[in-house]
């Protein structure tokens, strides 16, 4: 799946490739840095904290923020010029960099630790097993997708296999999972905040598991750029960095409540005690970090669980592929 997936990516970024649209300085100063995250989710609080509390300019940045509404888009919005750094799937990453891409995209920072989505069942079941969805239907992610892989290695570590013991549907986009459970399809959907809280909020929804609590932790979503762009803008990486380490901490040493009320421009459709709920549910289950390290051992757990879904094609040296440097410096300041 993996060669598909790169040569699909690769093919996209050759008609996207834009010449000299790197970062540039402003007016008031500031560099322009485009971001593009994965999705925009309640689960990457930390990032959101750096932006509405004005870490970024603190360090000379100034954030332009768009989604990539799937990593396969967001690595292309590196590959293409498109962006400068993204947040997204380490996975993604190792597609590229197992083609042999020379410029490949390399992770600098790493945001959360652990799968940030939630099984939402149609009924409570207060005292659910995985042994529970054998012989059902669960609406998953995209195959080769970090989602979907976790559900499946969460599957197996509980004796179910995939396709054969349960039914996942993996044919449906990111963004139209919620609506179709919603319309009735599946028994089980995996979602991440804010879609499983308001299917909850409706009555359509239960979340019964955490994915990120029952698989480990893992360099889940990380902040990558091109070998390149690190190259050429070494003191914006490391600006970036200082300003999410900052965030990290902060989000370390305040509430819910004091959270939600920072993030809250970020997510205006939902009340600050929406939000606060949302951001309790992931902090319980450590999602995330208070440095922007990449740790070896989560790295190589996510390797095996790409290889019990069969769609690594071969393990990443962990020292060839992450840069540590500007986290590490990031934690000396």
Known sequence: MSKKYICT?????????LVGCG?????DGLTRVRLNEVVHSIFYAPQ????EMGFFEEYGIAIELEVGNGADRSMTALLSNNADIALL????????????????????AQLTARAGNFLVAREPMPDFSWEDV?????IGGRIGGMPQMVLEYILRENGIEPGVDVEILTNLAFTTTAAAF??????????????????????????VASLGEASGVVPYTVFMATLDYIDENPDIIQNF???????????SENSPADIARVIHPQFPENTYDELEVMIRRYQDIGAWLVDPVIEREGFELLQDIMEQSGELSRRVDFDGFVNNDFANRAMQR
């Open 241 to 251: 960095t200082n300003a999410i380490h900052r965030a990290q901490v902060w989000v």
């Open 89 to 108: 799937g380490t996975e993604a990453g190792f597609y590229v960099f197992n083609e042999g891409r020379e410029n490949f995209a390399q992770p600098f």
């Open 9 to 17: 990516l690769l093919g996209m970024a050759s008609l996207l490739l």
């Open 48 to 51: 959101y904290v750096a932006i």
């Open 182 to 207: 919603t319309g009735g399809v599946g028994d089980f959907t995996a979602e991440f905040d804010p879609s499983a809280f308001m299917l909850e909020q409706a009555g359509i929804g239960y979340v």
């Open 23 to 27: 970062s540039q300085s402003q007016d």
């Open 134 to 138: 054998r012989g059902r239907t669960i």
